[in-house]
């Protein structure tokens, strides 16, 4: 079985720049699409940001030019740089991935159990 692990949560001043990593743990073939989503209370969790195989990024309205996704296939990683951080980012941030375990078979969708990022004005 294979495991997301998040990594580099915690409390940041309003304007300021943090940063979290993913790192997928276990047997596998590859990992396709990996994402970060993020859950604000009482909100429904959203998109923050994907980056595929080849290396093709998309990002939420709220995330574009301020943060950047990033990968190293070759240590299955993902990492998301968050600057110029607002109050409202504060939410639990979660990595997503599809993973193929074995060869042939349909990718799996992965999580992890997510990563507290709060952001104080």
């Known amino acids: 079985q294979v495991y997301l692990v998040e990594s580099g949560g915690g409390s940041v001043q309003a304007g300021g720049s943090h940063k979290l990593s993913c790192a997928a743990y276990?047997?596998?073939?590859?990992?396709?699409?990996m994402r970060w989503y993020r859950q604000a209370p009482g909100k429904q969790r959203e998109l923050v940001a994907k980056?595929?195989?080849?290396?093709?990024?998309e990002y939420g309205d709220f995330a574009e030019g301020r943060f950047t996704i990033s990968r190293d296939s070759a240590k299955k990683t993902v990492t998301l740089q968050m600057n110029s951080l607002k109050p409202e980012d504060t939410a639990i941030y979660y990595c997503?991935?599809?993973?193929?375990?074995?060869?042939?078979?349909?990718?799996?969708?992965?999580w992890g159990r997510g990563t507290q990022v709060t952001v104080s004005s």
């Open positions: 980056v595929t195989s080849g290396g093709r990024t």
């Open positions: 276990g047997p596998l073939f590859s990992i396709n699409t």
């Open positions: 997503n991935a599809d993973v193929v375990e074995y060869r042939g078979l349909p990718p799996t969708d992965s």
